[in-house]
């Protein structure tokens, strides 16, 4: 049985800079969440349904990251393409090319998801559609002794009853600072980190960029801040996923949330050194 399933979305990514260049990329949480883990497991797997478009740097990604194409959901549907703008500052806004229904229907669902990921050790759900997500958390702490890993999407956040219900089926959430501070109502993320684990997750992590993380963990008495790993930042696309990824490879092999957000911190790092995936595929092909 697997150790790790990461379970998200398979995109193309177009990054357009204020200068007015592009660059196009494979991506998706997905892939980068399970190149990440592969640092750390050796057995670790994708969940993540395929369009019919799929490029072949995908396909070889997926493979790269100890899946096969074929094992996963497929949809008679064009492959999720977003447009990122970065801006000036260093803020980016998305836009979903083909919009939210078909990105829903991109998403997992639980009637996607075979009876080996059940047995997992541990299962990463990172950022799909809102509605994919109150679907498939509570299915699948119903269903599996799996440790599971929550990572959230920016855009859902209005519906903050049905999300904090989310929360409490994980053991690990690992939110953005926007999504903690959005969600627990204060900018004090300590505050913000033990809110949530009143919900129920037993151990909180805040993602905050370039500023590192935040931990809160069983015997841990008081914020624990983690540093970024400094590099020169490429294409920030993906480095959340990759710190999910990374952190829930080592914390499940180790059971030590610290060293899995330095872990995390490295992955993130890699991530966005190069554009999309590129940099992340290079070391897992080395």
Not at 62 to 71: C, K, M, V
Not at 173 to 190: I, R
Request: aromatic content about 6%; glycine content about 8%; proline content about 6%.
């Amino acid at each position: 049985m697997p150790e790790l399933v990461c379970i998200g979305n398979l995109t193309v990514d177009e990054a357009r800079q204020p200068d007015g260049s592009r660059a196009i990329s494979a991506g998706g949480d997905a892939v980068f969440a399970a190149l990440a883990a592969r640092r750390y497991l050796a057995d670790v797997r994708i969940l993540a349904p395929l369009g019919f478009d799929l490029p072949e740097e995908l396909n070889d990604a997926i493979r790269l990251a100890g899946s096969l194409p074929e094992d996963q959901p497929h949809r008679e549907l064009p492959t999720v393409r977003n447009i990122i703008r970065y801006d000036r500052a260093g803020g980016r806004t998305w836009e979903l090319v083909e919009g939210e229904q078909h990105f829903d229907a991109m998403s997992v669902y639980p009637a996607d998801v075979p009876e080996s990921v059940l047995n997992a050790d541990g299962i990463l759900i990172s950022a799909m559609s809102f509605e994919s997500q109150a679907a498939l958390v509570p299915w699948l702490r119903k269903r599996s002794a799996a440790t599971l890993y929550l990572d959230l999407q920016e855009d859902y956040l209005e519906n903050t009853d049905a999300l904090l219900a989310l929360i409490g089926c994980c053991d690990v959430f690992l939110p953005s600072e926007v999504e903690a501070t959005t969600l627990a109502g204060t900018n004090d993320l300590w505050s913000a980190a033990q809110f949530f684990h009143d919900q129920g997750p037993e151990t909180v992590v805040i993602k905050r960029a370039a500023e590192g993380c935040l931990v809160l963990a069983p015997g841990i008495k008081g914020p624990v801040m983690i540093p970024a790993v400094a590099v020169i930042a490429v294409d920030s696309t993906g480095a959340g996923d990759a710190f999910c990824g990374a952190f829930a490879a080592v914390h499940l092999r180790t059971g030590d949330p610290i060293e899995a957000a330095r872990a995390g911190a490295a992955a993130a790092a890699i991530a966005i050194s190069g554009f999309g995936i590129d940099a992340l595929v290079r070391q897992a092909a080395a």
